[in-house]
């Protein structure tokens, strides 16, 4: 049970698990109030978990009630403490009026908590720094304060103190140059946490001055690779996954479909590798509903990367793309596909205990590395689980993948021109004994380590 829960938590590092029941880029639309010119800052915010998504409907442009400032303060309040230390600070006043001016007043509190602030006059700081900008009328400060508004507060007052910090997540994140040609390479965990974000700024400066982004496969452009996947994902011919797996897998299915209260009469129809790989993402989300797993991947690098690239319009090419990624995983012998089911459910049903590795736990492991930029116990940690494994599983994990990537990554650094690219892939692919950068410098090129 070890090895094939290393197996499966291998798997979401190095390859984006395509989801068809509770998809990433399809989430139910509903109708939100929210002004265009704070969607993309809106989309920073979401990623540090200050906020629920629930709020977009509640009156999000209706000042703001008590209950939900005073939960809004306390999620980065929790922000603030991970990177900094409380310190003896005099607060400024403030009253029980919902305006702009006490929200930034307590924003401002929060900061000298933690020795983040100068002396001076308040709102001076708080503009300066980029925590309020106002409008052409000023920074009202005497008006209500909306939700809306003091989210972006919020975030910005995070993302100022993550920044004076250094802090933020780093990556493992490497560069190479060849000419007027510049690659970043960042390797993702394709199932993220809040914890990741906000982002370190080395990371988010090499993106703003890259002319495009490379990823495995664009989740978000669904055009001919959804009807693709769908066409491999599912069974067709009628029959249902009960007529290809053993009973004793079966009974244990259904067993897992209930806890999840998931219709069996829709997952069923999946084939063994796209079940496994639907269940795999919920079993790592650490809840029990759909939706956690539907978070996790959202805050995966690579969507996180992507859906910034759309709203900032810069361009998204793929290394490999949806159909390629789906016939990986539907190309596996019927024998491992069931085998990978059962390490799935299994680790459900019965999670690891006692000196067992739980996939989850492992996946935290990861992440913290990735946080902290610790490339050796990242690449340690990731190596030894995939040691030993199957096979089939790491021919279609790494070989040809890594070297067809590699070639890819030589062509754009051998092109003429200037052009900078950040690429965005899963990390195994960066440190597994027959990797990406291995291949690069194999052949002269100097990949250079960032941090």
């Known amino acids: 049970m070890k090895?094939?829960?290393?197996?499966?938590?291998?798997?979401?590092?190095?390859?984006?698990?395509?989801?068809?029941?509770?998809?990433?880029?399809?989430?139910?639309?509903?109708?939100?109030?929210?002004?265009?010119?704070?969607?993309?800052?809106?989309?920073?915010?979401?990623?540090?978990?200050?906020?629920?998504?629930?709020w977009y409907y509640e009156n999000f442009k209706d000042t703001i009630t008590q209950e939900k400032l005073t939960e809004l303060l306390k999620q980065v309040d929790l922000k603030l403490d991970v990177v900094a230390d409380k310190v003896d600070f005099e607060a400024i006043t403030v009253d029980d009026q919902m305006t702009r001016g006490n929200i930034l007043a307590q924003y401002?509190?929060?900061?000298?908590?933690?020795?983040?602030?100068?002396?001076?006059?308040?709102?001076?700081?708080?503009?300066?720094?980029?925590?309020?900008?106002?409008?052409?009328?000023?920074?009202?400060?005497?008006?209500?304060?909306n939700t809306e508004q003091a989210i972006l507060f919020g975030i910005n007052t995070i993302q100022f103190a993550y920044a004076k910090l250094e802090?933020?997540?780093?990556?493992?994140?490497?560069?190479?140059?060849?000419?007027?040609?510049?690659?970043?390479?960042?390797?993702?965990?394709?199932?993220?946490?809040?914890?990741?974000?906000?982002?370190?700024?080395m990371l988010t400066d090499a993106f703003d001055a890259s002319d495009a982004l490379l990823v495995e496969a664009d989740l978000l452009n669904q055009a001919g690779g959804m009807d693709y996947f769908r066409s491999k994902a599912f069974y067709t011919d009628g029959t249902t996954i009960e007529s290809h797996?053993?009973?004793?897998?079966?009974?244990?299915?259904?067993?897992?479909?209930?806890?999840?209260?998931?219709?069996?009469?829709?997952?069923?129809?999946?084939?063994?590798?796209?079940?496994?790989?639907?269940?795999?993402?919920?079993s790592m989300s650490n809840t029990d509903q759909t939706e956690g797993a539907t978070e996790g991947a959202n805050l995966g690098i690579d969507v996180y990367f992507t859906?910034?690239?759309?709203?900032?319009?810069?361009?998204?090419?793929?290394?490999?793309?949806?159909?390629?990624?789906?016939?990986?995983?539907?190309?596996?012998?019927?024998?491992?596909?069931?085998?990978y089911l059962t390490a799935v459910v299994d680790g459900i049903l019965a999670p690891a205990t006692g000196e067992a590795t739980d996939s989850s736990k492992l996946l935290d492991e990861w992440l913290t590395y990735w946080i902290q930029g610790n490339l050796d116990k990242f690449t340690t940690s990731f190596n030894a689980s995939s040691e030993e494994e199957s096979t089939e599983l790491t021919d279609m994990l790494f070989g040809k993948r890594d070297q067809d990537m590699a070639e890819?990554?030589?062509?754009?650094?051998?092109?003429?021109?200037?052009?900078?690219?950040?690429?965005?892939?899963?990390?195994?692919?960066?440190i597994n004994p027959t990797n990406i950068i291995k291949t690069l410098e194999a052949d002269g090129y100097t990949v250079d380590w960032m941090y």
């Not at 308040?122 to 980029?130: D, I, V």
């Not at 900078?420 to 899963?426: K, L, P």
């Open 3 to 54: 090895k094939t829960k290393k197996m499966i938590a291998m798997i979401m590092m190095v390859a984006i698990l395509i989801s068809t029941i509770t998809p990433v880029w399809a989430d139910e639309q509903q109708t939100m109030d929210v002004s265009s010119w704070a969607v993309s800052k809106l989309n920073e915010g979401e990623k540090f978990g200050i906020y629920p998504m629930t």
């Open 408 to 430: 890819k990554i030589k062509n754009i650094l051998e092109q003429e021109g200037s052009t900078t690219y950040f690429v965005v892939v899963g990390a195994g692919h960066f």
């Open 108 to 145: 401002y509190n929060l900061l000298g908590a933690y020795g983040l602030v100068t002396k001076g006059d308040a709102m001076t700081f708080m503009q300066s720094n980029g925590i309020v900008s106002g409008t052409f009328s000023g920074l009202n400060l005497d008006r209500p304060c």
């Open 167 to 201: 802090a933020g997540g780093k990556g493992v994140f490497w560069k190479v140059e060849k000419g007027g040609n510049t690659v970043y390479l960042l390797g993702s965990v394709h199932v993220g946490s809040t914890d990741q974000y906000p982002l370190n700024t």
């Open 245 to 282: 797996i053993s009973k004793e897998l079966y009974d244990k299915l259904i067993n897992v479909l209930e806890k999840y209260n998931l219709d069996p009469s829709v997952y069923t129809t999946l084939k063994p590798w796209s079940l496994a790989n639907e269940l795999n993402v919920v």
């Open 307 to 339: 859906v910034k690239s759309y709203l900032t319009e810069k361009p998204v090419y793929e290394l490999e793309g949806i159909p390629y990624q789906t016939d990986l995983f539907d190309n596996l012998t019927p024998e491992f596909q069931e085998t």
